[in-house]
């Protein structure tokens, strides 16, 4: 390494919220909600504009973000399977452990770790405790009352609710690293703003008496235009609260922002520790979260999506050896939870793995436009067979080929002009203005597809997408891979 880099290894914090999606952020240009050390953090580093999560579903994504690799090459979500240990060993923890780094983990894992089949992450016993040296996290989605949660139970009399309890864990954590004489490496997820939206009275104050603004588009009238297929799932059918009523929604909002605020002060308390012990003039900071959340945009809600508001998340890089003059810059090339690893892995100096997807951020942020034409792909493989869908997003474009058919409905092609159109209010796939641009996007998305079963793992049942992505195979040929619609699936209460 040269230049201002040319020191002894950074430390790296990766925090991790829940459900966050983008413009739940103020740095992101929302005026309506309270995040100053969130926006300090992007005024102080580098901020993500067009940050996508590849699956927007927890459990593939913090395999993905942890591996660098897309679902289809990890093989781990709901519905599907574990992560072989094998490819956890190509993981940044192990392998920054490995390289000398001291690591920890606290909150949520999210996914499991085993070659058995009892993969419930659920389940302690396949969850990989033993890879940190330093733990505190949980199995399944954890919980917001500290008590309950088993390795920082005993941070429950000070900090109740479990997200400061995390930043005061986080404390703790960086005194120990000190001792051991190594950098560090300290992962934090969050189980917030995740449901059930029960947020920290410590913040009752700072929403107090707030009313919000919806979207423009919120609500089922802006739902018309989109694909039958999105609307068949619980995303639309199910998550009532966001549309009741009007008391309904300001309460839910309301609780998602506030659990937001928590988030971010335990990210205050994470920064006044690195000050105190001495190390913040070189420890990396990068914050992103899971996947996005709908928030009653287009009438959803959830996240599993490739909509804006469930597949968006904030991305906010911060290198306390940046000069000056590279702080506060906004990235406007998109970027995917692939990316993550990578862009670990440079900081720390050692060598990116090859069968990674990612590109390490440093690199899009030195050379932006070298990826303003940059693709990623967006992906559901879990739920009900007419959500399940490919996408293919630039800074500009978004293309979904929703491969689901029976008597109600066909094969849909969906095409926003996103950076036009940033509230997807349009689908343009059929308008003759657009033919160049749906031409375009179908050549990137056969690109895309085309890699994917090249790479794809041959576990867990994820062959089957070779013919279901596939915008040229027959509707007959599809149907042995379908599993059952919405309502079947809830009927068995698989989801």
């Not at 892995?345 to 990826?371: C, E, T």
């Not at 493989?381 to 978004?398: F, L, P, R, S, Y």
Request: some cysteine.
């Amino acid at each position: 390494m040269t230049g201002i880099y040319a020191q002894e290894k950074p430390n790296i914090i990766f925090l991790l919220s829940d459900d966050q999606t983008s413009i739940a952020t103020g740095c992101y240009g929302n005026n309506q909600v309270v995040t100053p050390n969130m926006d300090l953090l992007a005024q102080e580093g580098i901020m993500f504009k067009n940050h996508y999560n590849t699956t927007a579903i927890c459990m593939a994504s913090r395999a993905t973000i942890m591996t660098g690799m897309y679902e289809y090459k990890t093989g781990c979500n709901f519905m599907h399977g574990p992560l072989k240990p094998e490819k956890f060993q190509q993981s940044y923890p192990v392998i920054l452990r490995n390289a000398g780094y001291f690591t920890g983990f606290a909150g949520k894992f999210g996914f499991a770790v085993t070659e058995g089949q009892d993969w419930s992450e659920r389940n302690m016993s396949v969850i990989p405790k033993a890879a940190f040296d330093v733990w505190g996290g949980g199995p399944g989605q954890t919980q917001y009352e500290t008590a309950k949660n088993k390795s920082i139970a005993h941070y429950a009399e000070k900090y109740p609710h479990s997200t400061r309890a995390y930043g005061a864990w986080a404390n703790d954590f960086i005194k120990e690293a000190q001792k051991s004489g190594k950098p560090f490496c300290m992962s934090i997820s969050f189980k917030a703003p995740h449901l059930p939206f029960t947020p920290d009275k410590y913040f009752d104050y700072v929403y107090k008496n707030k009313t919000y603004k919806k979207r423009p588009n919120y609500g089922k009238e802006n739902a018309k235009y989109l694909s039958p297929q999105s609307k068949s799932g619980r995303q639309y059918n199910e998550y009532t609260f966001w549309r009741d009523s009007e008391e309904s929604y300001q309460d839910a909002i309301k609780k998602y922002n506030q659990l937001i605020h928590g988030v971010d002060y335990a990210l205050g308390m994470i920064r006044k520790s690195l000050k105190e012990f001495g190390v913040s003039d070189n420890t990396i900071i990068i914050f992103t979260s899971d996947n996005g959340y709908s928030c009653g945009a287009h009438s959803f809600g959830g996240k599993v999506l490739p909509y804006e508001e469930a597949s968006k998340s904030p991305l906010i890089v911060y290198d306390p050896r940046l000069p000056e003059t590279k702080r506060g810059k906004i990235i406007e090339s998109v970027t995917g939870n692939i990316d993550i690893a990578p862009t670990i892995f440079d900081y720390a100096g050692i060598k990116v793995p090859n069968h990674m997807d990612g590109v390490n951020l440093r690199q899009i942020a030195k050379r932006s436009s070298d990826y303003k034409n940059r693709v990623i792909t967006l992906t559901n493989m879990w739920g009900n067979d007419e959500i399940q869908e490919m996408a293919v997003v630039t800074k500009d474009w978004k293309y979904i080929y929703w491969q689901y058919a029976d008597k109600h409905m066909e094969p849909t092609e969906e095409l926003f002009n996103i950076s036009n159109d940033k509230y997807e209010m349009e689908n343009v796939a059929n308008k003759r203005t657009h033919e160049k641009a749906l031409k375009k996007m179908r050549s990137l998305y056969d690109q895309q597809y085309n890699y994917m079963i090249k790479n794809m793992t041959l576990d867990n049942d994820y062959e089957k997408y070779k013919v279901l992505f596939d915008r040229k195979a027959k509707v007959t040929d599809k149907k042995e891979f379908l599993t059952g619609t919405y309502k079947e699936k809830a009927k068995k209460k698989n989801f």
